[in-house]
């Protein structure tokens, strides 16, 4: 272990830096594992996507059965468009590494260090929670499938040519066609799908943990610094502990590392939009369509139990899924807005005059919040998952209408 990944160990990014190894995007590794995980990465989802379009290609002419396929299939283009788009941007990725290792390295009160970590310790736990709850959704998607092919029974008689290919496709969790008897070959092609889901959401889990760390991130630093502003005319600066150092002098200094540390985290969040927008913006387009043809299912088979408890489970992980992207872009408006309110609590009247105006550069810069984006049009928020809902309920009704 290089020292570099060794202090990430020390600073809470265990989860991240281990499903980003997995996943071949962690930038600190040897390109020769990197290009191993690429091939094998690609070439797992490469293979799922090509099956899982013959299937849908087989039922091109039955809009029922193509509807039921759409969810699975969106995944496999959003997830292919991610790893790609990862790969493309991953020196950024290392430049936001590198970024968050050189401020735990960096020198801060003791106030400070202890905010920070309590925000990245609350970023590892929710990473943690996130990824069972997640996982969990995926081990009971794919395990349904399995039930039904074992109490399955057969058609004997009165078997027409729709029926025939509902029945071919028995116990696997959603349409493919492999070329070859799914009875024959049941197991491997078992096997195959079921690792080609599993790793499809643990990619998921894997970009969705790591953001989570970037933006647990970002709120110690406003944090910290809001405190280090809050507090400008009381804390001895770190390269000013000499006693001689007056009070006017310390509180400018602090200002002006608040000032230095707010420019820093608007250029930490500028970098986070470049890795993260494109991908979202592809991720909440299809998931609008994803959650109308799933509700869409749900009420075309409720009589088949197991169909809609994975269908259920699929929307679940889904709503879960969105809603998560954008409270962590929620978080970061929140925590930002925050920093006038902080710099309008200082005690301007006890600064030096250099001081209150880089104060004023503070405020003003505050007034405007940071905001998560995906694809520069919606910003990440409570108000965008709405919308998601609302836009997908009026698709799932226009199905409704016309099926």
């Known amino acids: 272990m290089t020292k570099r990944t060794s202090n990430y160990t020390r600073y809470n990014f265990i989860l991240c830096r281990t499903q980003l190894s997995i996943s ?15 091939f094998a990465l690609i070439l797992l989802l490469a293979s799922g996507f090509f099956v899982q379009l013959m299937g849908v290609i087989e039922v091109r002419y039955d809009s029922v059965e193509v509807i039921d396929s759409l969810p699975m299939l969106n995944m496999a283009v959003v997830m292919l468009f991610k ?5 493309y941007t991953l020196s950024q990725i290392k430049l936001l590494l590198i970024k968050m290792q050189e401020y735990c390295l960096s020198p801060k009160s003791d106030e400070e260090h202890q905010i920070h970590n309590s925000y990245t310790q609350f970023g590892q736990k929710i990473g943690y929670l996130y990824t069972y709850i997640i996982l969990g959704h995926s081990v009971a998607y794919n395990l349904a499938p399995l039930l039904t092919k074992l109490m399955h029974k057969p058609l004997e008689e009165n078997v027409t040519s729709s029926n025939k290919m509902i029945e071919a496709q028995v116990g696997v969790p959603y349409r493919v066609n492999y070329m070859v008897d799914l009875d024959t070959y049941y197991v491997p092609i078992f096997i195959h799908m079921v690792t080609y889901n599993v790793y499809n959401v643990f990619i998921v889990v894997t970009f969705d943990v790591f953001y989570i ?12 610094f809001r405190y280090r502003l809050e507090n400008a005319c009381l804390i001895e600066n770190d390269s000013n502990a000499s006693t001689k150092t007056s009070t ?15 420019a820093e985290t608007i250029q930490f969040v500028g970098i986070m939009n470049s890795v993260y927008s494109p991908p979202l913006f592809i991720h909440v387009g299809i998931t609008i369509l994803t959650i109308s043809a799933i509700g869409y299912q749900v009420m075309t088979n409720t009589q088949n139990i197991n169909r809609t408890l994975k269908n ?3 929307m679940n992980a889904i709503l879960m899924n969105v809603f998560f992207e954008n409270w962590q872009g929620q978080k970061i408006i929140d925590s930002s807005e925050k920093i006038f309110e902080s710099a309008y609590n200082v005690e301007w009247y006890n600064l030096p005059i250099a001081a209150r105006k880089l104060l004023v550069l503070v405020m003003r810069r505050s007034m405007q919040p940071l905001v998560l984006t995906a694809g520069k049009f919606m910003v ?6 709405n919308a998601v809902i609302r836009t997908s309920s009026s698709y799932f009704m226009l199905l409704r209408s016309v099926s």
């Not at 071949?24 to 995980?37: C, M, N």
């Not at 790893?83 to 790969?87: F, S």
């Not at 990440?380 to 998952?385: A, D, K, Q, V």
């Open 24 to 38: 071949g995007l962690w930038p600190f590794q040897s390109k020769i594992r990197r290009y191993a995980t690429y």
């Open 83 to 87: 790893v790609i788009y990862a790969m």
């Open 213 to 224: 760390s970037l933006v647990e991130h970002c709120r110690g630093v406003f944090a910290a």
């Open 248 to 262: 006017k002098d310390k509180s400018y200094v602090n200002v002006a590392y608040s000032i230095r540390r707010h």
């Open 312 to 314: 259920l489970s699929y």
């Open 380 to 385: 990440l928020s409570y108000i965008t998952f």
